[in-house]
């Protein structure tokens, strides 16, 4: 499982130009699962990204997570994130997750992290969706479990 995570001072996810979810200052989470990802990969992910501390303190350190920033998290399914980029010019798609597996990860991801943090906004997985941003920094990573 891999989240591509940025710090925004707002985000907002639409579908067919109506806006589905979003936060103001918080987390943009992409969300790419692949293949051989499971409940586990998910708690690990999870516990990771309410714990990464990017967010300033008093010294403009990263030294507060997301929690402690008071922000809210905006969960987008990625799929292109479970891309193979290693050879050639084009992307293959053989280590993401089958559909019916990356959306019940997803979902479950959802649950978990609603139970823990809010506010939690998402988009629609798989969706065309148009993710709207503004970069904090800009501050970007990439978390894997």
Do not use: W
């Amino acid at each position: 499982m891999k989240a591509l995570i940025q710090r925004v001072t707002s985000a907002h996810v639409a579908v067919d130009g109506e806006v589905i979810g979003c936060i103001d200052k918080g987390l943009l989470v992409l969300l790419g699962i692949d293949k051989n990802d499971s409940a586990s990969n998910s708690a690990r992910l999870l516990d990771r990204l309410l714990t990464y501390r990017i967010f300033p303190d008093e010294q403009q350190r990263m030294n507060r997570n997301v929690v402690e920033a008071s922000g809210g998290l905006l969960i987008v399914s990625q799929f292109t994130l479970a891309a193979d980029t290693s050879k050639g010019t084009r992307p293959s798609f053989s280590s993401a997750a089958p559909p019916q597996l990356a959306e019940q990860l997803y979902e479950e991801f959802l649950t978990a992290l609603r139970a823990r943090h809010q506010p939690v906004a998402c988009g629609r997985f798989g969706a065309n969706m148009q993710v709207h941003l503004v970069n904090d920094g800009p501050v970007t990573f990439l978390l894997e479990a």
